[in-house]
């Protein structure tokens, strides 16, 4: 929005020129090196045949978006939408079936000094993973809370170790407590690994790979020596690359596989992280439109779960759209009620739970509207977005929803005066402007 307010003129704007037949011109001076061309007439996927990443940020019809959707998807094309509708922001990333990312977030590569290296059972990660492998079934355990999960645990530990918690203690003990009682109790019969104790914090993650030297252990070499080591491995020898798995609450503690064979840890030791290339699969905006996947990093904690709504409303925005060819006119309360009915007959607002009537309304009578303030945040997000194509840094998985509706208040909201601030004016009022 800001650029084409920079490279155009009202000489353009009275030619009847499109924005981007209007922008080409100077864009392509931006940046010499850059290939820059204007598409006139209707976007197929022909059109978007020769291209590496295609992004929509327009109010493009929801058909004509999953059609050029699975065709990208299929043919390993990134694809990102971005929408604005007032105070709504929405953005959504496909990079395909088989995207390799070789970076996930451009930091350094971390290193640690080993304090202690020693062979233990495989600790359990949580509550979950210790009742999976004593009969509860990954649909059962979906259903349970944390509380009915802790339960399980004591039920185990009194049916198959024979000890009892008394009920006080059964409150009061937190989780990690409760696990580390479950591995000292039903450790024996776990697979071995190698734990170890860094002198400082780690600051690693589940899945990272380190190199690991200068480790010396009383068994120099032991079975089939590799360069690579998974977590299920039994390694032949110790200063090599190792997958890693952290302690649950230790930030101190990693763990790397079966070091049994090598003898007792004799001392020394660096560990250095590898950044490893990993292929991650993401979903079509078909299969995502009915199950969306939200970005963590982007979700509101003071108004938890309003990205759910926020789905709804684009979801009920997108097909009066279909509908009618057009978005719903600026505080017409007509098109809004029309919306509200939509959003009510959706299947994904019955299975998220998630229709808000007040919410709904409010994107449809200001989806018109467009801020400076959001187009900068969408901006930014998808031309960084853009760049992940390469393989350096992870793409967003898979929605973002962002909105500010609460700062509207439908009782102030002016009418348009025919000026350059009729937005704002629409959005806060006239008072506000003033």
């Known amino acids: ?180 009682l479950l591995d000292k109790k039903f450790g024996h019969g776990r697979k071995m690994c190698g734990k170890i104790t860094t002198i400082h914090r780690h600051l690693l993650s589940d899945g990272d790979f380190v190199r690991l030297d200068e480790i010396v252990m009383s068994e120099s070499q032991s079975g089939e020596t590799k360069k690579i080591y998974k977590l299920t491995d039994k390694i032949g020898n110790i200063n090599t690359t190792c997958e890693i798995k952290t302690h649950r609450s230790n930030p101190n503690v990693l763990y790397i596989g079966d070091i049994s064979g090598l003898g007792t840890y004799k001392g020394g030791g660096i560990g250095t992280q590898v950044k490893m290339p990993k292929k991650t699969s993401y979903k079509s905006l078909k299969e995502e439109l009915s199950n969306p996947t939200f970005e963590i990093a982007f979700a509101d904690m ?62 449809a009578l200001f989806a018109r509207a467009e801020t400076n303030a959001f187009a900068s945040i969408a901006g930014g997000v998808v031309a960084q977005e853009a760049m992940k194509q390469t393989g350096k840094y992870t793409p967003i998985s898979q929605w973002i929803h962002f909105h500010s509706l609460q700062m509207l208040d439908r009782k102030a909201a002016g009418k348009p005066q025919g000026t350059r601030y009729d937005h704002y004016i629409t959005l806060f009022g006239e008072k506000f402007m003033e």
Request: glycine content about 4%; some cysteine.
């Open 1 to 180: 929005m800001n650029v084409i307010l920079c490279v155009t003129s009202e000489a353009d704007v009275k030619s009847g020129k499109t924005r981007a037949q209007a922008c080409e011109k100077k864009l392509s001076e931006i940046n010499p090196f850059t290939y820059f061309r204007t598409h006139v007439g209707p976007i197929t996927s022909e059109s978007v045949n020769d291209m590496d990443v295609v992004i929509f940020a327009d109010s493009t019809p929801l058909v004509k978006l999953v059609e050029i959707n699975d065709y990208c998807h299929k043919k390993g094309k990134k694809f990102i939408y971005v929408s604005l509708y007032g105070m709504m922001m929405s953005i959504f990333s496909d990079f395909g079936p088989d995207h390799e990312i070789y970076d996930s977030n451009g930091d350094a590569e971390r290193s640690f000094v080993i304090d202690k290296l020693e062979t233990v059972p495989q600790p359990f990660a949580n509550m979950g993973e210790f009742l999976k492998s004593y009969g509860v079934s990954e649909e059962k355990l979906k259903k349970m809370g944390y509380r009915d999960k802790k339960l399980a645990c004591f039920d185990v530990l009194k049916t198959e170790a024979q000890l009892e918690v008394d009920e006080k203690r059964k409150k009061s003990m937190s989780a990690n407590e409760l696990l580390v």
């Open 302 to 363: 003071i108004h938890f779960g309003d990205e759910r709504k926020a789905h709804v409303a684009w979801m009920a925005v997108q097909k009066f759209l279909s509908e009618s060819k057009r978005l719903p006119y600026l505080l017409d309360e007509k098109d809004a009620m029309r919306c509200v009915a939509i959003a009510k007959e959706l299947e994904i607002a019955k299975s998220l739970g998630s229709f808000d009537e007040e919410f709904v309304t409010k994107a």
